[in-house]
């Protein structure tokens, strides 16, 4: 399968702990992105990276959220002292950058914090 | 007010019909737009993009109006496989990034449901 990948696919976590999750993109696509989804609503940006360098991050990345992709390959992102509100499924997409502007969704994260 | 806006539905119809979604949009600077589906609890798959002379993909027909800053798709000859909810999404690409991509700004979906 050469699509995006992310794991794991559900996570449930207490409120207070930690999660990380992990996102692998598509071989060649140099831009990576993370989306947050809730019930209802369209997924809402969260951050992006082009290879390694994050570029651009959303207000609603409070500082418990952050994100990494130290090799320009895949990401991980990281949500610190997790809160009730924080569940929802987490979905990364990448795209091939240049003059694509088309970007491919893994099929997500779904965290339940109880 | 929100910077995509779709019509949530669900829009029901027997298959066979002719539906139509629009969506409009809020920020002028948008760049790219496109229609995703959604299926329930998957993850968006881009269906088609939107270019400013309209484009067809088979029983898809996608069109955008600039100066009205709205997005409109057609679904013809309906299936049940067409069920599903479909996003309208805009790409704004921010000005201080040259050419770089940006995020997607998605609507909230259109729910459709086709019946036999």
């Known amino acids: 399968d050469t699509g995006v990948s992310q794991d794991p696919r559900h996570k449930i976590t207490k409120r207070g702990q930690n999660v990380t999750f992990r996102c692998d993109p598509i071989?060649?696509?140099?831009?990576l992105y993370w989306y947050r989804q809730t019930l209802g609503q369209g997924p809402e940006f969260l951050t992006y990276?082009?290879?390694?360098?994050?570029?651009?991050k959303s207000r609603l990345l409070s500082d418990r959220f952050s994100a990494e992709r130290p090799k320009g390959s895949f990401s991980t992102l990281e949500i610190q002292r997790t809160e009730q509100g924080d569940s929802a499924m987490y979905l990364c997409?990448?795209?091939?950058?240049?003059?694509?502007?088309?970007?491919?969704f893994g099929p997500g994260t779904r965290l339940t914090v109880t | 007010r929100k910077e995509v806006e779709q019509d949530p539905g669900p829009f029901n119809v027997p298959e066979g019909a002719t539906v139509a979604f629009n969506c409009t949009y809020s920020n002028s600077a948008s760049q790219s737009f496109f229609w995703y589906r959604q299926d329930c609890r998957k993850e968006p798959k881009l269906l088609m993009s939107v270019y400013s002379s309209g484009n067809e993909d088979g029983r898809f027909t996608a069109q955008l109006n600039r100066a009205s800053q709205y997005i409109s798709l057609l679904i013809r000859d309906s299936k049940l496989s067409d069920s599903a909810t479909y996003l309208c999404?805009?790409?704004?690409?921010?000005?201080?990034?040259?050419?770089?991509?940006?995020?997607?700004?998605f609507g909230k979906g259109t729910k459709l449901s086709v019946k036999p």
């Open positions: 997409a990448s795209s091939l950058g240049l003059a694509s502007y088309e970007q491919y």
């Open positions: 999404v805009v790409n704004i690409r921010p000005m201080n990034y040259g050419g770089s991509q940006g995020n997607l700004i």
């Open positions: 990276f082009q290879n390694e360098a994050q570029l651009e």
């Open positions: 071989s060649e696509h140099n831009r």
